[in-house]
Structure formats: C-alpha cells, structure tokens
C-alpha cells in the first residue's frame, strides 16, 4: 500500500541538475514507494547521488533491477567480474590490459576513464542504456570528478527557430570505424570488426517524461545524416557548445560508497581528465538499463544501422 509521507528526502545540489536523495539504504529492497520517488526524482533532477552506500556488487546489480532488466557490462567488455556480467568496471589499469603496452604511454595521459570526453553511454546501440548506476569503490583523495549535463535544458535553452530545426534532423552514432579504436590489440581488432552503429534523431522525447532532449553527444555521434559534412560540423559544433554549458552541468566529487544514478536519456557526462600526472588509484563500477529505441518529434524510432542491440547478450556484432 503506498503512503503520502515521502520516503526519502530529495535535495537539488544545482540550478538545471542533479539532487542528494538521503534517508535509503540501497543494499536492502526498496518497496515500491521508494521505487517510484526515486525515479521521480531521477526524472526530474536527471542524476541522483547517495553518499556513503555499502554495496557490493551483486548489491548493486539487485538495486538496479529494481528499476528494470540490466544489459550485459559493455558492448566490448570482455572480463566483468566472475560471476557478476552486469558490472563494468572502470579503472585506468584495465585499460592496459584491452589496449596492450603500447597503449599506455601514448593513450593512458588522454584517458583515465574508459571513455574520454562529454558522452552519453553507448548511444553507438539502437537502444542505449535508459539509465546507468555508478558506484565508487577507490578514489583519490582529491581530483577524479565526474560532471553532468542536463540535455533537456540545453534543448529548452535554444531559441524556438533553432528547436524547430534540430526537432528535424538525424545523427549517425558509432563505436568503431571512423570513431577507430587504434592498434593492433584483441580489443581494437573487436572493436572494429563488429562495429555498432545507429542512427536517432537528434531531438529525443523522453519515454516517460515527454521531454525534448538534444540527444547527440561529442563520444560517439560521427555526423548528421541528409546534410553536407561542413554543415554536420558546424551544426554539431554549435550543439555541443549548448550541451555543455556550465549553467546546465553539476559536478560530483566522489568518495567510496558513493553512488550516482543518471537518467542517459535525458544527460550526457564526463569522465575526469584531471588524474592523468598522478599515480593514483580510481575504480568505479557501473551497471546500465536495458533501454528503449529513441523516438523523435516527428514519432520516427531510430535505426539500427550495425551491430546488434544492446541487452544483457554479451555478443557484439551479428557474427559472433
Ligand atoms: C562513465 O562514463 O560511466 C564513467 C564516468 C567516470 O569514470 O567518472
């Protein structure tokens, strides 16, 4: 039976994004009630932190399934932990492992997280995750924080000619191929062999929320679709500059046991870049939602253009 006194307590830490929730013991079943205030939340503030969690990770796998089925670690991840295939782990040393040698002196000073720069997870699939849960287990003392943009306010912040015309467009994203993983390694030779590509519309309406979000990203969108490639540069330029203005992000600073829930259908983040001369230890493990195919303004779902979509199958490409 559901109450009218609020479980959890909701506190919003910035002006377009982000909220505390306080008052919920993540490693215990939630009750519907807590379910659905904190989707509320997640809905409304786009990314949610729980400070001070103690979740392991089958915890943190029976936490995220009570906000739906979670999909395999990573398209290209080939080692999650024995026994655990949702979590994917991010730690800089595994990176070593998936590149080889040579990667870590060229790429390590580029990439601390496992994706370098503003992204939204896995937009390369059909259907890229719904949502994704992050968990710190080691972080540094200082530095290795992560920020979030609200993509619906950024969409609300263009004027209206220019939502009218994003509303019509279309963007090719792709991990592998022209966004090439470089080198001669297992991983690279995966990668670009079993290459995921989608097409969405760049304007995405939120399943639940009927929000408009501008749904590129500079990670894995390659180009608009129907325009001229100086055209697709500029018009991308000009929307990335809007997604990541300050006034729409927040920014978390991490300790262990911290968590952060984010809505990725509604942000994008960024892994830090401010660890790369310090020889210190970070890793974070990450589960994701089986999402939805994104549909536009126009009520046209998005194409799967290679690859196959992203659920708790751990293939990559349709030939394996
Ligand atoms: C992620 O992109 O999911 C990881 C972010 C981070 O390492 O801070």
């Known amino acids: 039976m559901s109450s009218s006194v609020a479980t959890i307590s909701v506190r919003p830490v910035a002006g377009h994004i982000g909220a505390d929730i306080e008052g919920v013991d993540l490693a215990r079943p939630l009750g519907e009630q807590t379910v659905r205030e904190i989707k509320e939340a997640l809905h409304r503030y786009k990314v949610v932190f729980f400070r001070g969690q103690e979740l392991d990770h089958a915890a943190q796998i029976a936490f995220g399934r009570q906000f739906g089925e979670l999909t395999y670690a990573h398209p290209h991840d080939d080692t999650p932990p024995e026994g655990h295939p949702e979590i994917f782990t991010i730690d800089p040393r595994r990176f070593e492992e998936r590149y080889g040698a040579g990667f870590v002196e060229e790429y390590r000073k580029r990439q601390y997280s496992y994706f370098d720069g503003w992204h939204t997870d896995v937009t390369a699939a059909v259907n890229p995750p719904a949502g994704s849960i992050l968990r710190a287990e080691a972080v540094p003392e200082y530095g290795g924080d992560t ?5 619906v306010a950024a969409y609300q912040g263009l004027s209206a000619p220019v939502r009218a015309f994003v509303d019509t467009l279309r963007a090719e994203h792709r ?30 309406v939120h399943p639940e929320t009927g929000e408009r979000a ?32 300050p006034e729409y992000t927040v920014r978390f600073r991490w300790e262990p046991g911290h968590v952060a829930f984010w809505d990725n259908r509604a942000t ?18 990450r589960v994701t939602l089986i999402g939805e195919v ?22 990559v490409g349709t030939s394996v």
Not at 182 to 204: I, M
């Open 147 to 151: 920020q979030w943009t609200n993509l």
């Open 175 to 204: 991990y592998g191929g022209s966004r090439k993983v470089e080198g001669e390694s297992a991983y690279a030779k995966r990668v670009n062999d079993n290459l995921l590509v989608a097409v969405h519309p760049v304007v995405r």
């Open 214 to 245: 501008l749904f590129v990203n500079p990670g894995f969108t390659s180009h608009l679709v129907d325009v001229t490639a100086s055209e697709s540069r500029r018009i991308l330029d000009l929307l990335y500059a809007e997604i990541t203005r």
């Open 268 to 285: 994008a983040h960024l892994a830090p870049r401010d660890l790369e001369h310090l020889e210190v230890e970070r890793r974070l493990h």
């Open 294 to 315: 994104p549909v536009g303004p126009d009520g046209r779902e998005s194409e799967l253009v290679a690859g196959r979509p992203f659920t708790a199958d751990h293939r």
